[in-house]
C-alpha cells in the first residue's frame, strides 16, 4: 500500500491547522493593535468606571473591594488568581480551537466565527468607550496584585506596548471563557462537559479580585457573546445542527 498520499494528508492538514492558527492570531494582533489605537482619554475613561460603579450599586451588586479583600487574606488564592490571568486565558482559547479543530470541525467553525464577531464588537466599545480598570481607580483603593504579584503582563515590555489598559469593558477574559464553555458543552456528549462551567465562574472570580474589571464589565462580555454565538450559529433544525456540532453525519 502506497504512503503517499496518508502523508500528502497530514502535510495538507499541518498547514491547514496552521493557516487556522494563524487566521486566529492575526484576529487578535490586530485587535490589540485597535486597543493601541484608541486615545486614551483619562477623563472620560474614569467618569465611565464612576457610571459603572453607579449601576452596580443600584443593582445592589457586592463591591468588588470586598472580593478582593477577602481573597487577599488567603495568600495562595490571590497567587492562583493572578496566575490564571496571565497563564489561561489566552493558551487554553487556542488549546481548545486545536482540539474543536481536530475533532469537531462544525463546532470549531461555530467558535471561531463567534470569537471573531465578538472581539471585533468589543473592540469598537473599547475604542469609543475608554473604562478605567478597578487597578488604575485611585478612589476604589483596590490593589493592582499583578503588579504586586510580579506577575502583570502589562510588566513586559512587549506587552505594555501592545495593550490599552483603559479597556475594561467589556471583558474578554469572561467573554471567550463563556464561550468555550458554552461550544464544548455543544459539541460533546459526556455528562462531565457541564464542568466547563467552571471556567467562565472561576475566570469571573479572577478579573474581579485581581482588579482587572467590574463585574458588570464581565456581564458585558457574557452578553456580547451569546450573542455572537446565536449570530453565528448552525442553521438548521435541532436535530440536525446537533449531529453537525459533534461531527457526524445526518442520516
Known amino acids: 500500500m502506497s504512503t503517499v498520499a496518508p502523508t500528502a494528508?497530514?502535510?495538507?492538514?499541518?498547514?491547514d491547522v496552521v493557516r487556522e492558527l494563524a487566521q486566529v492570531l492575526g484576529a487578535f494582533l490586530l485587535y490589540n493593535l485597535g486597543r493601541m489605537l484608541a486615545a486614551q482619554e483619562l477623563d472620560r475613561a474614569d467618569a465611565h468606571a464612576g457610571g459603572i460603579l453607579d449601576a452596580e450599586r443600584w443593582l445592589r451588586l457586592p463591591t468588588e473591594g470586598s472580593l478582593q479583600a477577602w481573597a487577599l487574606g488567603h495568600d495562595w488564592l490571590?497567587?492562583?488568581?493572578?496566575?490564571?490571568?496571565?497563564?489561561?486565558?489566552?493558551?487554553?482559547?487556542?488549546?481548545?480551537?486545536?482540539?474543536?479543530?481536530?475533532?469537531?470541525?462544525p463546532a470549531y467553525t461555530w467558535a471561531k466565527r463567534a470569537?471573531?464577531?465578538?472581539?471585533?464588537?468589543?473592540?469598537?466599545?473599547?475604542?469609543?468607550?475608554?473604562v478605567t480598570p478597578p487597578r488604575l481607580l485611585s478612589s476604589l483603593g483596590m490593589v493592582d496584585t499583578g503588579h504586586a504579584g510580579g506577575m502583570s503582563i502589562y510588566q513586559a515590555p512587549v506587552l505594555s506596548s501592545l495593550s490599552n489598559e483603559y479597556a475594561a469593558m467589556?471583558?474578554?477574559?469572561?467573554?471567550?471563557?463563556?464561550?468555550?464553555?458554552?461550544?464544548l458543552i455543544a459539541a460533546c456528549r459526556s455528562r462531565w462537559?457541564?464542568?466547563?462551567?467552571?471556567?467562565?465562574?472561576?475566570?469571573?472570580?479572577?478579573?474581579?479580585?485581581?482588579?482587572?474589571?467590574?463585574?458588570?464589565d464581565g456581564a458585558a462580555g457574557a452578553v456580547l457573546v451569546v450573542g455572537a454565538l446565536w449570530l453565528t450559529r448552525p442553521v438548521g433544525r435541532t436535530s440536525q445542527a446537533e449531529p453537525a456540532l459533534l461531527g457526524r453525519r445526518t442520516t
Open 115 to 130: 470569537l471573531l464577531t465578538a472581539t471585533g464588537a468589543a473592540l469598537v466599545f473599547h475604542v469609543l468607550v475608554p
Open 170 to 183: 467589556p471583558s474578554l477574559h469572561v467573554g471567550w471563557a463563556l464561550l468555550l464553555a458554552i461550544v
Open 193 to 216: 462537559r457541564w464542568l466547563w462551567l467552571l471556567h467562565p465562574l472561576a475566570t469571573l472570580f479572577v478579573v474581579v479580585s485581581t482588579a482587572n474589571h467590574y463585574w458588570l
Open 9 to 15: 494528508s497530514r502535510r495538507t492538514g499541518g498547514a
Open 78 to 105: 490571590i497567587e492562583l488568581a493572578n496566575r490564571y490571568y496571565v497563564s489561561v486565558h489566552f493558551p487554553l482559547t487556542i488549546a481548545v480551537l486545536v482540539w474543536l479543530y481536530r475533532y469537531r470541525r
